[in-house]
Each structure stands twice: as C-alpha cells, then as structure tokens.
C-alpha cells in the first residue's frame, strides 16, 4: 500500500514539475503584456541592471515601447530620452514624466539615466 502512495505522490510531483516548465517555456513575460503595476516592477529591476553604452534597441528590446519619448538634434548628435514608468503617483489613468524613469541616448547609446538625465537632455 505505500508503495502506490509514493508512486502517486511522485507522478503529482512530475506533473507539477511538468506544468510549471510549459508554463514557463510557452507563456514568457513581455513588458507590452503585463499590467501597469507588473511593469512598474519589470521596469525597476530591468533599469536597476543598465550599463552606459548600451543600444537603444538594446534597451527596446528589454523594456519595450517607452511610456513617454522625447528627441531632438542638435548638429551631429542625435539625442533622445525614453520614459519608463517606475512609480505611481495618481490613481487618474494617465501616465506622466514624475511617474517615469529617464533614459538619455545620444546617437543611439545609452549615456545617462535617472532625473539628472532628463535636465541634461533639456539644457542642451
């Protein structure tokens, strides 16, 4: 009798183990599919492990599509700044610049982020 109790608590165990694999391998986590408080989260983590230098589609790539983007050019150089949402402020629906993180690209390269990065980006 034990011996058909260990055998079904081990085919249980291989079929958990068997779901949450599929799970896993099928269902991945995009940015673009989480709701607004799973990304704020993803956004915190992911930008928390940036590196200077790194691309813009890089940066797309792991994030997605930014909340709010501005750019301008300025001669040779090319800089853009991408918000993502890291902190919620209001509860009104809309997602603004004090709810987001700053990322400065210059020429497609991530050069700066944070609030410091968005100063930058104005006063030049």
Request: with cysteine; charged share 25%; hydrophobic share 40%.
């Given at each position: 009798m034990n011996n058909k109790?260990?055998?079904?608590?081990?085919?249980?165990?291989?079929?958990?183990?068997?779901?949450?694999?599929?799970?896993?391998f099928?269902?991945?986590?995009?940015p673009q599919d989480m709701d607004w408080q799973d990304?704020?989260?993803?956004?915190?983590?992911?930008i928390a492990k940036l590196e200077l230098g790194q691309t813009k589609s890089a940066i797309l790539e792991l994030l997605g599509s930014p909340d709010i983007t501005e750019a301008k050019r300025i001669g040779d150089y090319e800089l853009q700044v991408m918000f993502y949402r890291?902190?919620?402020?209001?509860?009104?629906?809309?997602t603004t610049e004090d709810e987001c993180?700053?990322?400065?690209?210059?020429n497609n390269l991530l050069i700066e982020w944070g609030?410091?990065?968005?100063?930058?980006?104005?006063?030049?």
């Amino acid at each position: 009798m034990n011996n058909k109790i260990a055998v079904r608590i081990g085919m249980g165990v291989a079929l958990y183990v068997l779901f949450v694999a599929a799970v896993l391998f099928f269902y991945p986590d995009k940015p673009q599919d989480m709701d607004w408080q799973d990304r704020e989260e993803y956004n915190k983590v992911q930008i928390a492990k940036l590196e200077l230098g790194q691309t813009k589609s890089a940066i797309l790539e792991l994030l997605g599509s930014p909340d709010i983007t501005e750019a301008k050019r300025i001669g040779d150089y090319e800089l853009q700044v991408m918000f993502y949402r890291t902190q919620h402020r209001q509860a009104d629906g809309i997602t603004t610049e004090d709810e987001c993180t700053p990322l400065l690209f210059e020429n497609n390269l991530l050069i700066e982020w944070g609030e410091s990065a968005y100063q930058r980006y104005i006063s030049q």
